[in-house]
Antibody
Framework: QVQLVQSGAEVKKPGASVKVSCKAS????????ISWVRQAPGQGLEWMGW????????NYAQKLQGRVTMTTDTSTSTAYMELRSLRSDDTAVYYC????????????????WGQGTMVTVSS | QSVLTQPPSASGTPGQRVTISCSGS????????VNWYQQLPGTAPKLLIY???QRPSGVPDRFSGSKSGTSASLAISGLQSEDEADYYC???????????FGGGTKLTVL
């Protein structure tokens, strides 16, 4: 079945970097884009950015510009999200989600989600 | 502070109908479709409604969505205990050039 499987939990110190992976199965990764969404403990959802798995084009949320990099490896059907210069307020569950064109006019939605990766930033 | 505004909580008894509102602006809900996500405790979000009022396969018809101007609503009829979850609205924002979410509404089934 179509699924996204993410890498395991991470604990990092402030100032370090983290790279989370998201492996797609049941469909061709290059057919659709992948968005990353994070959720701080007890908080709501925050969109981080998007990558086209077809050509590598990216669109990052303004507040994360310069700290985040999204990439894909089509040979392994895996998307990656790297966040640098980690701070305590980056502590969150990080989700990857497939951005799918739900209608013929191109309305998109996140139809498949990974299980989430907990990233804890603590000294 | 979320770009889209939702009530933090809602509640109802089994069998009741509840609605959750989502308020935005001309740059998001006013000009783009709204999606709704359901997040059960300890799990990843799940797509519940797309393009304002469409249900993905497998979503019961007890769930319905609507949009008018810069606001949207999610309605749940015949409330069941398993509907207890957090609900989020989302829309593309043309000014921010990205997706924006509501702060989420925690639904309690009494």
């Amino acid at each position: 079945q179509v699924q996204l499987v993410q890498s395991g939990a991470e604990v990092k110190k402030p100032g370090a970097s983290v790279k989370v992976s998201c492996k797609a199965s049941g469909y061709t990764l290059t057919s659709y884009g992948i968005s990353w969404v994070r959720q701080a403990p007890g908080q709501g959802l925050e969109w981080m950015g998007w990558i086209s798995a077809y050509n590598g084009n990216t669109n990052y949320a303004q507040k994360l510009q310069g700290r985040v990099t999204m990439t894909t490896d089509t040979s392994t059907s895996t998307a990656y999200m790297e966040l640098r210069s980690l701070r305590s307020d980056d502590t969150a569950v990080y989700y990857c989600a497939r951005e799918y064109p739900m209608t013929v006019v191109g309305h998109h939605a996140f139809d498949i989600w990974g299980q989430g990766t907990m990233v804890t930033v603590s000294s | 502070q979320s770009v889209l505004t939702q009530p933090p909580s809602a509640s109802g008894t089994p069998g009741q109908r509840v609605t959750i509102s989502c308020s935005g602006s001309s740059s998001n809900i006013g000009s783009n479709a709204v999606n709704w996500y359901q997040q059960l405790p300890g799990t990843a979000p799940k797509l519940l409604i797309y393009t304002n009022n469409q249900r993905p396969s497998g979503v019961p018809d007890r769930f319905s969505g609507s949009k008018s101007g810069t606001s949207a609503s999610l309605a749940i009829s015949g409330l069941q205990s398993e509907d207890e979850a957090d609900y989020y609205c989302a829309a593309w924002d043309d000014s921010l050039n990205g997706w924006v979410f509501g702060g989420g509404t925690k639904l309690t089934v009494l």
